[in-house]
């Protein structure tokens, strides 16, 4: 059974704390991507990478920037964190032309 | 740029009625086109994709959806619903050149009354 995992389902932070938000996928995909999903929005694409070390952005990666030294592992940085960056963030991996495998999500709340 | 865009915000139907929910698209090239579902409380999931072949495509849970490339649209179907496909519907589009990234619409909220 494929898994991508969160490292939490609630996070609650203060305006100007780094957020590091972890995601690990376990099927061996080179693709992982961060979306944030906000209520009229749909989701939107904030970085992805295609292999360790590499990244793009995505179409809101203003306030962000993410990590990947590892295949399985991609983070999401918020180096200050802000009130408009409350939100559910989703983690996926796999690919554009087949599937995206999704984790359950991060609720981050910004205090 | 690509966009997709999803008719309905919120519908609201009763069980056994019929379900359409628009999709529409902005790219003229080729396309692999998606519909992932969110079931409350759970993650966000495959429903079904069309790459390429017959552009009515079946997916899980009875749902259907027809490619029609002249109206750049991609429709998702149901003859009868049932108060568990209540969650939200994600159109979704990717470049068929790249193999990474693809564009989700705003969604659907479907509530289905019992």
């Known amino acids: 059974d494929v898994k991508v995992t969160q490292s939490s389902r609630y996070l609650v932070k203060r305006t100007g704390e780094k957020v590091f938000l972890e995601c690990v996928q376990d099927?061996?995909?080179?693709?992982m991507f961060w979306y944030r999903q906000d209520p009229g929005l749909g989701l939107r694409l904030i970085y992805f990478?295609?292999?360790?070390?590499?990244?793009e952005k995505g179409d809101i990666p203003e306030g962000y920037s993410v990590s990947r030294e590892k295949k399985e592992r991609f983070s999401l940085i918020l180096e200050s964190a802000s009130t408009n960056q409350t939100s559910m963030y989703l983690c996926?991996?796999?690919?554009?032309?087949?599937?995206?495998?999704f984790g359950p999500g991060t609720r981050l709340t910004v205090t | 740029a690509q966009s997709v865009s999803q008719h309905n915000h919120h519908v609201i139907l009763s069980e056994a009625a019929s379900l359409e929910l628009g999709c529409n698209y902005s790219?003229?090239?080729?396309?692999?086109l998606f519909w992932y579902v969110q079931y409350p409380g759970q993650h966000l999931q495959l429903l079904l994709k069309?790459?390429?072949?017959?552009?009515l495509v079946k997916g899980i849970k009875g749902f259907e959806a027809e490619f029609i490339k002249s109206k750049f649209s991609f429709n998702l179907r149901k003859p009868s619903v049932q108060w568990s496909d209540t969650a939200e519907y994600f159109c979704?589009?990717?470049?068929?050149?790249?193999?990474?990234?693809?564009?989700f619409g705003k969604g659907t909220r479907l509530h289905i009354l019992p």
């Open positions: 790219y003229g090239g080729t396309v692999n």
């Open positions: 069309y790459f390429s072949g017959d552009p």
């Open positions: 996926a991996s796999g690919t554009g032309r087949y599937e995206q495998y």
């Open positions: 099927m061996d995909h080179e693709n």
């Open positions: 990478s295609y292999d360790v070390k590499m990244k």
């Open positions: 979704a589009v990717n470049d068929g050149n790249r193999d990474d990234k693809i564009i």
